[in-house]
Structures are given as C-alpha cells and as structure tokens.
C-alpha cells in the first residue's frame, strides 16, 4: 500500500448507506439513498455494529471526484457525485447532519451510495429526516475539509510575537517555514457545533512540543520534519491530519457545545507556526474552493491557481503509519533527532 501521496487524494470517514436503514415511515427497510428517493420524516437508524471506513477521493480539476485506488471502499476509478445535504432531527429535537456521495457505474447509473456524516449517530436511535437539499452540500463538503484554528491559538508572527488568531488583521505578517514573512490575504471565521466531523481535535501543551495547548479542526494537518524516518514514511517531511493522531490522551476529540473556527488564507498554502507548531495554512483546491465567499474570489481569483496540492509543503501520511501506540513519541523523537 502506499503511504505517501503528492496528488490531490482526500479521505473521508463514511459508511456505506446499508449502515442506516428507515425504520419507520414511506421507504420502511429501506437503506438511505440519494435526494430524489429518500422521503422527510422517514425515521432512519443506524444500524448496531457500523463502522466507519475510509473514503479515499481523488480530486479532478473540475472539482467532481473518483474513488482513489486506496479507498476502503467504492470500486477504484469509480465516479463520485456529491449528491445532497440531509439535515435529522434527533430524539432530543436537535439536529445532525450528513451529506450523501453516489458512486455511478460506466453508464452513469448508481452502483452504490455513501453517508458522511456530520455529527455524532449512535445506533439504536431514530433519526427522523426533516430537510433534504442540494444546493448547500458542496459548501459543507469544503467547510469540513478547510482547515481551522481555534481561539486563542497563538500564531507567530513575523516579528516574533505571539498573537491570537482572533486578533490578526489582513495584511499582517506572518512567519512561514520556507518563505519568511507573508501578508494574509483573509481570514475566514465560523461558529459551529463541536461534533462529528467538526468536532475539534486537542493536542495537549508538550506533546508535540507545542507551548500549549492547540486546538484545530480534524482535518488540520501539522507538519512533522523527520531528521530520521522512524515511522518508515520513506520521506523527511510529512504532513499529519490532527485525527491521524488521537490517541484519547495526550491528543483527544473535544465533543460538545460550539467551537470557533478561523482559516488563514495566504497567496500559497504555507507552513506557519501555532502554539510552536509547524501546521499548515488553508489551501484552496477544488473541494475547499466552494468555502470561500463569492466576493473574496472575485478580488484574489488570480492568485488562487498557485494554491496546487502538487505544491503542497510536505506529504500526507496514511493513517495505517500511525496506528501504533507509540506514533506521537516516534514523531517527536524524529523532528528531533
């Protein structure tokens, strides 16, 4: 299996739509499907033993997607439609989430269907379906995939000193990894629930050297400069998604209340510095592109194609790299050493 990739592939934790089921209601039996078949206020669960397993999507220019050969699941070189938005009410009358991917066949018709969800479901609890739309699933697709910092997390400045990201302003300087002082050209800021996929991910003061605690989305990707390979990337610089790295510790999923969320946006995707740690800035590339607001891309619309993936600082590591117990303490001793 490969474990580094310089292309533009994403994975996604999904399940397949035979995990959620209606229960009761018009499709009774039914597993979950696409937005013209699915009926509001069927009440769907999910069903005892579902697991996630991971959707490996690659990105084309045009910004629809094929199932990578890596993918957990899908039939590689597949289509994939981001096909809707469904929004659930909870037994508690809140609400949870999901987005819906349809995998097509060479004829273009569905062979199979996918549910990402966007909160937290638990099985033996009925879900009643309240809101079915495609209009807003390609912009929640991109918010899970920007990614975020949370508030109060200090950034290093190019002077040196230690700002809170609430606190930085268009045009202040920031210090990168690879090309010293660069002006933001946006910052993007949202408040949403801690849950599901948004539920931020918490890397304790120390763990990876960092002064204190950082908080960042899950998708956020920190930048690790091994000096020795000790995990057996086959490469020196890495990039490592935050959720790679939980271990319920030291580094943990904070569940629960509202989070607030800030992306810095630079002329190109840069490595800079939050709370000691090298973590990467927001890139723009097909699937985060929806996230930005019409008007930001009208003014900075010309700078965006320096935002390639190809020109990513640093390569992404697979979690299967990381699923042993002493993953953390090998990548710190490896930046070091």
């Known amino acids: 299996m490969t474990t580094t990739t310089d292309s533009p592939v994403q ?21 979950i499907s696409h937005l013209d078949e699915v009926v509001l206020d069927d009440i769907y669960m999910m069903e005892p033993g579902a697991a996630r397993k991971r959707l490996a999507l690659a990105t084309l220019g045009d910004g629809s997607f094929r ?10 070189g597949a289509t994939l439609h981001l096909d809707c938005a469904l929004q659930f009410m909870t037994p508690d009358a809140g609400t949870a989430e999901a987005l819906i991917l349809v995998e097509t066949d060479s004829e273009g018709l569905v ?19 309240v809101g079915a739309e495609r209009d807003s699933a390609r912009r929640k697709f991109a918010e899970v995939a920007c990614v975020s910092f949370s508030r109060g997390t200090r950034i290093t400045m190019a002077t040196g000193a230690q700002v809170p990201i609430e606190a930085l302003k268009v045009g202040d300087r920031v210090l990168t990894r690879d090309d010293g002082a660069q002006e933001i050209r946006w910052i993007g800021h949202s408040t949403v629930r801690a849950a599901g996929a948004f539920a931020p991910i918490v890397i304790t003061a120390g763990t990876l050297s960092n002064e204190g605690d950082l908080v960042v989305s899950p998708e956020h990707r920190l930048f690790v400069y091994q000096r020795s390979d000790m995990i057996g990337a086959g490469r020196p610089d890495l990039l490592v998604k935050a959720r790679h790295l939980v271990n319920g510790e030291s580094i943990f999923v904070l569940q629960g ?13 840069h490595i800079i510095y939050a709370e000691g740690i090298a973590a990467e800035s927001m890139l723009v590339d097909p699937r985060t ?8 891309l009208d003014r900075i619309g010309s700078v965006l194609p320096g935002h390639d993936r190809h020109g990513a600082r640093g390569f992404d590591v697979q979690k299967a790299l990381l699923d042993r117990p002493d993953a953390i303490a090998l990548l710190r001793r490896a930046s070091l050493h």
């Not at 994975?11 to 597993?31: E, M, Q």
């Not at 199932?67 to 590689?76: A, I, K, Q, W």
């Open 111 to 129: 062979a199979d269907t996918y549910v990402m969800p966007l909160a937290r479901f638990e099985p033996k609890i009925g879900y009643r379906l």
């Open 257 to 269: 209340g509202y989070v607030d969320y800030f992306q810095i946006l630079f002329d190109r995707h």
């Open 11 to 31: 994975s996604i934790p999904a399940y397949p739509a035979t995990d959620f089921r209606v229960r009761d209601g018009a499709n009774l039996g039914d597993a």
């Open 67 to 76: 199932v990578d050969d890596s993918s957990e699941l899908g039939r590689p």
């Open 289 to 296: 592109r929806p996230a930005l607001p019409d008007d930001l």
